[in-house]
């Protein structure tokens, strides 16, 4: 790996906000592209942070200032992106469900999918399940992610999942839940397709399901989702 690249993965790790931009936009001086800068400098760093979250080494505060370090690269690296037609790793949708204030661990999620290489639209909190019925038409993206963090509006989630239902959109996407009182279980009893305990395994089911969905598009070359496969 080229010295630069490495020192981007270290400064998404480190949440090196002071330097991360400057170390961007030499890497790109040096002729590296903006696809290599995210497959191989950010993610990589990203990546380890998941691991060091779910590991019990990183804290909070810790992975949001790695995640606004990435953040801050990626205004450099994102509109490159674009103008090269690269494409990102899927798209991801999320928000926190109806009634439901909390959205520290849904933003968290955000950024660990977007260090995924995920393209994220965040519809913030208090989510109505029409709204996100809406940007599912809209966004379509493979993913859509529910956080909620009462056990209150845990039900928001059941609402929503129907609500999809009677739009006729629920097997355009594959939805994952999440949040504090939510469970594998309930994630079953409502027909959601997955559940993740925190960011970083988020983000890992994020692309686990658009593993299975690429791997389903091209074995079937037709734009059918599987159904559950978690
Ligand atoms: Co509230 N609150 N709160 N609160 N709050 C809790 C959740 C509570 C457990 C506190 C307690 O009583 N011990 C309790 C819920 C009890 C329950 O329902 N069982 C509670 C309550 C009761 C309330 C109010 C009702 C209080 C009141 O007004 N009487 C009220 C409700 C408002 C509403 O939502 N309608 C309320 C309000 C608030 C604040 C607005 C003040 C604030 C939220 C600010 C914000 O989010 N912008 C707040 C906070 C901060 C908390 C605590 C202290 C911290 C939550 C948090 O951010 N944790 C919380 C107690 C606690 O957890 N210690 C509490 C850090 C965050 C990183 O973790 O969100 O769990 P978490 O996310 C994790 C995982 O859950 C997972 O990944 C994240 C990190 O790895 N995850 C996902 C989350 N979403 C995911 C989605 C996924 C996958 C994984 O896929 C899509």
Do not use: W
Request: contains cysteine; negative net charge.
């Amino acid at each position: 790996m080229s010295e630069i690249l490495s020192q981007l993965s270290t400064a998404v790790i480190e949440g090196n906000l002071d330097d991360i931009i400057d170390m961007t936009q030499d890497a790109l001086d040096e002729g590296l592209s903006a696809k290599q800068i995210l497959d191989e400098g950010l993610m990589p760093g990203m990546d380890h942070v998941g691991v060091e979250f779910k590991a019990g080494n990183m804290f909070v505060p810790e992975v949001l200032r790695s995640a606004r370090s990435m953040q801050a690269s990626m205004t450099l690296v994102k509109p490159l992106l674009a103008e090269a037609g690269a494409e990102m790793t899927g798209k991801v949708l999320l928000g926190t469900v109806k009634g439901d204030l909390h959205d520290i661990g849904k933003n968290l999620v955000a950024m660990m999918c977007e260090g995924a290489g995920f393209e994220v639209m965040d519809l913030g909190k208090d989510i109505e399940p029409d709204a996100f019925v809406e940007a599912v038409k809209e966004f379509e993206p493979h993913v859509l992610g529910m956080s909620a963090l009462l056990t209150t509006t845990m039900r928001s989630m059941e609402h929503t999942v129907k609500a999809l239902e009677e739009a006729g959109v629920r097997d355009k996407v594959k939805i994952m839940i999440g949040g504090a009182p939510v469970t594998q279980d309930f994630s079953d009893q409502i027909g959601a397709d997955g559940y993740a305990s925190n960011a970083a395994s988020a983000s890992e089911l994020a692309k686990k399901i658009r593993l299975v969905l690429g791997f389903h598009f091209q074995e079937k070359g037709a734009a059918k989702r599987v159904a559950h496969p978690f």
